[in-house]
């Protein structure tokens, strides 16, 4: 996690190409597939996509093309998981889906039951993603099996997280909420800001769906200030969003539209993960309504002064914001819950 989500990333980055360099004129191995791997690792989270791929590709050749010893077995299964992982980001699911086919047999030959959980997490993602659910939720429930078998807490945390997607697409919201909840618990005990933050995140705009406006409040504010600590910009989006739903429903419609302007060009960019047109579906009919309830003119007026706010001051406003009325559900339900 922190070379991918530390604001420190770049050093990271900048030390695996130094390491990738001074690998250069080795001999192919396993130390200089890892070299490569890592440096295309470090890469993704920089946002070089392209360049991610190719080094990971090479890891993955040179993996392959060296005997069959366990360690770069498990090499090579690390290498597909992460690059079915970069092609899943970039919304390219059936190269996603081809890795994760690559995956199974051979975390299977080595007996490793992390990348086995990994291989059906994918396929589950996969077929989320095709809106396959059935199928999804049987090789979702599946690797969260087998992770809580052998105790490994991130294969937990991500099949509970696209459990918690699943169950979101379906409109079960309490299920929903249910995994989301023990997703969140389990990133915590791990320390895990990245997970911490999409749990938080995911979580608060459940709650704004059911209308619980506090605890939906509190999550996606804490959320806000781990992704402005991470500096990742579209996660800070995602979160300023919800806040100005929040807004919203609570009768601050002014601020909602500021807080709207502020993020407006970023909304609908899919460039990060916690933000997506799930998420949009949820709060564009809460905009809608505000504006409607504001007015188009006023509404607007009030987005054009929050597209003038750099994203640092549209944290600000929407951190300083009064808490929620006592109570703690929207005053006027009747008004959002229609359109979703």
Known sequence: EFTQFSPRRYESYGWAMRILDDTSAWPPGLLRASALFLAGDLSWSTGDNERAVELMEASLDMARQLSDTRPLQQLSCLV??????????????????????QLMPIAEQVNDPCFIAWAYWLLGHWELRSERFA?????LEQ????????????????????????????GNLAR??????????????????????TA??????????????????MHLEEALVIARNLRLRGEQVACLAGLAALAAM????????????????????PHHWTMSDLAQRVYDPIFAAARERLGAAAF???????RQLPLNQAIDL???RESLAVGGKAPNPWIWTSAL
Not at 147 to 165: D, K
Not at 205 to 216: N, P, Q
Not at 300 to 306: C, I, K, L, V
């Open 143 to 170: 690797s969260l099996m087998i992770a809580r078998r052998e105790g490994l807490p991130q294969n937990v945390a991500a099949s509970l997280y696209t459990l918690t997607g699943l169950e979101h697409s379906e």
């Open 176 to 197: 929903a909420r249910q995994h989301a909840t023990e997703w969140l618990q389990v990133v915590r005990s791990m320390s895990m800001q990245w997970g911490i933050l």
């Open 300 to 306: 607007e007026a009030a987005a054009a002064s929050g």
């Open 135 to 139: 199928a999804a939720r049987v090789d």
């Open 318 to 320: 929407a951190l300083q």
């Open 80 to 101: 597909i998981y992460r690059l079915a992982v970069v092609h899943g980001t970039r919304g390219d699911v059936e190269q996603m889906k081809r890795y994760a086919d």
């Open 250 to 269: 609570t009768g601050d419609e002014e601020n909602a539209a500021r807080l709207y302007g502020a993020i407006e060009s970023d909304y609908a960019l």
């Open 200 to 217: 938080l995140t995911f979580l608060g705009r459940i709650l704004v769906e059911e209308g619980d406006t506090r605890h939906a409040k």
